[in-house]
């Protein structure tokens, strides 16, 4: 899975190790991501980069969100494909599209 910030492509993968160091470092977990949003999507931003870009910081990612608002860039689509990665990553289910009732 992949975000494209400010014109330029990232690989987001996110590891049972990145989001326990999401928990330890900022006490964001995933159960509780409806508090800080911004917090929470800097927080999952840094955590889905960490593989990518092994010295990014927090503050980098939120640096990196700065630039991609500033360049025309939105939230959603940044929530979104972190939405998606975390899916991959078998964290949360993939939505299953209902099967309607034959008429």
Same mark, same amino acid.
């Given at each position: 899975? #992949?975000? #494209? ?13 990145? %989001?326990?160091?999401?928990?330890? /470092? #900022?006490?964001?977990? %995933?159960?509780? %991501? ?6 929470? %999507? ?13 010295q990014i910081t927090?503050?980098?990612?939120? /640096? ?34 209902? /099967?309607?009732?034959?008429?």
């Amino acid at each position: 899975m #992949t975000v #494209t910030l400010c014109g330029r492509e990232y690989s987001l993968r996110f590891s049972v190790n990145a %989001l326990c160091c999401l928990e330890e /470092k #900022t006490g964001i977990s %995933l159960d509780g %991501l409806q508090g800080s949003p911004m917090r929470c %999507l800097r927080g999952l931003l840094w955590c889905g980069l960490m593989e990518s870009c092994p010295q990014i910081t927090p503050e980098d990612a939120g /640096k990196m969100l700065d630039e991609h608002l500033r360049s025309g860039g939105s939230l959603a689509q940044v929530s979104s494909a972190l939405a998606l990665a975390l899916e991959d990553a078998c964290f949360f289910p993939k939505a299953v599209p209902s /099967k309607k009732a034959a008429p």
